[in-house]
């Protein structure tokens, strides 16, 4: 096995900073057309700013060249194809034991949830106008993005 990402000094090469969903569809770097070194990735379920999120943003654009941040949700995500309730019914029959204190973030409307997370990302104090922010949706079956804002 060879191993060929040695010698990266760990700033994003192209600038960029992307949150997405933890989809196993989307290949983030691949969705933007970027290699290995050029992007931040920051994934969760659902591909929302969350405030891990922001802590990583922050970081970005103050220590690891970030100049533009894209959040991108996908189509037919399941965090937000469900009610939070159905997610902690699913996910207590698989345990087998009580999960309805457990948070999953589901979202009830996605680009009502984008427009929030990318005005988030903008009036965050430590990154404001630092960078550009946009907020795409990722099509999974086109392999399209379309931007919402
Ligand atoms: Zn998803």
Same mark, same amino acid.
Not at 39 to 54: D, E, M, S, W
Not at 58 to 66: A, D, S, T, Y
Not at 86 to 89: F, G, L, Q, Y
Not at 125 to 140: E, H, K, S
């Given at each position: 096995m060879s191993f060929d990402l040695a010698g990266?000094?760990?700033?994003?090469?192209? +600038? !960029?900073? $992307?949150?997405t969903c933890m989809d196993s569809r989307i290949d983030p770097l691949r969705m933007v057309g970027l290699r290995p070194?050029?992007?931040?990735?920051?994934?969760?379920?659902?591909?929302?700013?969350?405030?891990?999120?922001?802590?990583?943003l922050?970081? +970005? !654009?103050? $220590?690891?060249?970030?100049r533009r941040i894209l959040v991108v949700p996908h189509t037919r995500c399941a965090m937000a194809s469900a009610t939070e309730a159905?997610?902690?019914?699913r996910v207590g029959e698989s345990a087998g034991v009580d999960a309805s204190w457990q948070r999953f973030g589901v979202v009830p409307d996605q680009e009502d949830a984008l427009h929030q997370d990318v005005a988030a990302v903008r009036t965050h104090?430590?990154?404001?106008?630092?960078?550009?922010?946009?907020?795409?949706?990722?099509?999974?079956d086109t392999?399209?993005?379309r931007r919402v804002v």
């Open positions: 990266f000094d760990g700033v994003a090469a192209a +600038g !960029v900073a $992307l949150v070194g050029d992007a931040k990735i920051f994934r969760n379920p659902g591909g929302r700013v969350t405030p891990q999120a922001l802590e990583a922050v970081l +970005g !654009v103050h $220590l690891l060249n970030v159905e997610v902690r019914r104090p430590l990154i404001g106008d630092r960078a550009t922010v946009g907020g795409f949706v990722y099509d999974v392999g399209l993005l």
